[in-house]
């Protein structure tokens, strides 16, 4: 295929094409050890504590976006639903399912991001499987990683049931640029400021949670559904009232104007790069200071406090003009394929 | 969605729809004790020996045909890669790509088709994620799923390095099956006789062969590219001569006249229950033997032997009518979107 520069159908027969495809466009870009065998499956040395194991699948549109794409996206959430159950990655999975009508060199640049962003979180790609479909939508690719971590000490402390009425309930940084900056790239939006995605892996960052010796007893990435998601879940899972400070919540200026602009709730939006953290009412500034002392956390903010049970357990966002109001789980999508 | 019959986008925003969706026609089927807990990563127990990891993406058109599924394919095909490196599956991921339109009930069937997969199996499917996307192809559903396992004592035998001339190569029963049944499916063929997909695990077949203290050095299961593809990478790979006897290939009569009908030759076409063995020469009774002993492997066959090193290392085919002729890996695809 050296002179081709778009995927067709026989790219994902498994033949000779198949072969090719994968050894001269895609294998290079991910080397490593335990890939290179080409088995059926990568094997993993014997590991010394639990595994966690999680899987993930992409749909994004457009595949780039200002500060990543599929590929970086894929590699980062993977990572980073093993970085809150406490696991550090070992192992990632890529399977690939290509539109035939792909640029080559697409295809070539989102797996030169897998292949940094796996570097950057010290992962391996160790295993994959790559298909090809008749040409639709144009789509282009969605992109399935899976991943296996390794638990770290003090893991086995996040445990939602260990949350207690008056805890803190913090975030890594400034919310909602992963979805508004997908937003501002589908729809040909010039925001003032260029809103980049935070898509990054946080495994570096909750190693360095869990050996600070804060007490942390929940970790989670804000996903689709954003800060509102994750709380509202938090909520149903305690049986307690959440209470969020508005003014307390970081969010730039820039994703302020868009989420207006937009007509947004920027705590329902999908976030890539932050972390929800719940810790013992006298551990915030520990928390704080851990997240702080790390890249990815120096915007790190406490927002609000764990309250009291309820049989109707609800999100309270105290506003920024001293209201009340009920903070809804998002009903549908807001913002469709944003991961 | 109690009264809806189709998918729509928002079931896969993130929000309230998503969370029943799930909780009401996804979990309940799949329900285990590493799924219940729904944290963003399951966690297993400490393994004892090396893990595995594999992942596949199923792409099957039409989503369900004579003897199977998209779902029942992906759990076969996930816990095959498994078994052919010696590993009992320990849980699988499901991650489904649904298109909105999609009737409720299709993906019931076969998330309950997974379901089953799995039981028979004897794996948890551990983890998972959902993502709808627009109508567009009427493709209906896309399923990546990834596999852990733990490898079993004697499994480090296997090792296509310590693959020797005159060895045997041997088949665990008929091939071509589950391409044929997904060809006449899609094509509406009907051939005299219905031809059954053989998707069927793997791990109990596997597990039976490596207890039987046979010398086996080689286990592939031969999926796209059948049996031919299997031979060619092994050729590669150990820089040999195969020799393969076309008589002895196991091949039902109504899959013959199937291959012969559609053009195309049945040593290429796909399979998804069947184990391809290289055994020390002297061993092949005994494979034989522990196959015939399993229910998946009663037509297991001594199909060929591992030849001589060669520069240019090929597969040939004593044909049946006594000629000689160099069987190809296949180029591209003969049969797209077959698995």
Not at 144 to 152: C, D, I, S
Not at 178 to 200: C, E, N, P, Y
């Amino acid at each position: 295929m050296a002179d081709d520069d778009r995927i067709i159908l026989a790219h994902g027969g498994g033949g000779e094409l198949t072969r090719r495809l994968l050894a001269e466009r895609i294998l290079p870009r991910l080397a490593n050890e335990l890939l290179a065998p080409l088995g059926d499956s990568a094997v993993l040395p014997r590991p010394p504590g639990d595994i966690c194991f999680t899987t993930d699948a992409y749909v994004v549109q457009p595949l780039e976006f200002p500060g990543g794409d599929i590929g970086r996206l894929a590699v980062c959430g993977t990572v980073n639903d093993l970085a809150v159950c406490g696991a550090a990655p070992r192992a990632i999975s890529l399977a690939l399912v290509i539109e035939e009508g792909l640029a080559v060199a697409t295809l070539e640049r989102i797996v030169e991001s897998v292949a940094a962003a796996a570097r950057e979180a010290g992962v391996p790609v160790a295993t994959g499987d790559t298909k090809v479909v008749e040409r639709a939508r144009g789509d282009g690719l969605t992109i399935t990683t899976a991943g296996v971590g390794e638990r770290l000490a003090g893991a086995e402390r996040l445990d939602a049931a260990r949350i207690e009425g008056g805890e803190a309930v913090l975030v890594s940084g400034p919310i909602a640029e992963h979805g508004l900056a997908v937003m501002s790239a589908r729809k040909g939006i010039a925001f003032r400021t260029v809103i980049r995605s935070d898509a990054a892996p946080l495994n570096g960052l909750v190693a360095a949670l869990l050996a600070s010796g804060a007490d942390v007893r929940f970790l989670r990435d804000p996903t689709r559904g954003g800060l509102a998601g994750v709380l509202a879940d938090l909520a149903e899972t305690t049986g307690r009232n959440i209470e969020l400070d508005e003014r307390a919540v970081p969010l730039t200026a820039a994703a302020r104007h868009a989420s207006e602009l937009l007509g947004l709730d920027a705590l329902a939006i999908a976030n890539e790069g932050k972390v929800v953290i719940v810790a013992a009412a006298g551990d915030a500034e520990k928390v704080l200071a851990a997240c702080r002392a790390h890249p990815l956390g120096r915007g790190a903010a406490l927002v609000g406090r764990v309250g009291d049970r309820s049989d109707w357990p609800l999100v309270e966002l105290l506003t920024a003009v001293g209201g009340r109001r009920i903070v809804q789980r998002p009903y549908g999508e807001e913002l469709p394929r944003i991961c």
